[in-house]
């Protein structure tokens, strides 16, 4: 499998145009623009699966007062400590 490979995208004619003058501005390459949205697009979906995953499994088993009480605890410790508030 060679190292890149070509793809065809359609985008709305407002989208190229915007992108156009951000690139270049830029001075980068077309590619390099679409390769970084590509990259921030696959890590919002990694972010949001485990976001989901998350609330799944406080569903399953929530905080119970125990660990309302020590967060609540470790909260005001950390906020006593700031001098800057």
Same mark, same amino acid.
């Given at each position: 499998?060679?190292?890149? *490979? %070509? $793809?065809? /995208?359609? /985008?709305?004619?407002? !989208?190229?145009?915007? /992108?156009?003058?951000?690139? %270049?501005?830029?001075? =980068?390459?077309?590619?390099?623009?679409?390769?970084?949205? !590509?990259?921030?697009? !696959?890590?919002?979906?990694?972010? #949001?699966?485990? /976001?989901?995953?998350?609330?799944?499994?406080? =569903? =399953?088993?929530?905080?119970?007062?125990?660990? $309302?009480?020590?967060?609540? #605890?470790?909260?005001?410790? *950390?906020?006593?400590?700031?001098?800057?508030?």
């Amino acid at each position: 499998m060679p190292a890149s *490979l %070509k $793809i065809a /995208v359609s /985008v709305p004619a407002d !989208l190229h145009r915007a /992108v156009e003058a951000a690139r %270049k501005r830029q001075k =980068r390459s077309r590619s390099a623009i679409v390769q970084e949205a !590509l990259r921030n697009w !696959l890590r919002q979906q990694a972010h #949001a699966d485990l /976001v989901r995953e998350y609330e799944a499994g406080y =569903r =399953r088993k929530p905080e119970g007062p125990r660990e $309302i009480e020590a967060a609540m #605890a470790t909260a005001i410790g *950390l906020l006593k400590d700031e001098d800057d508030w």
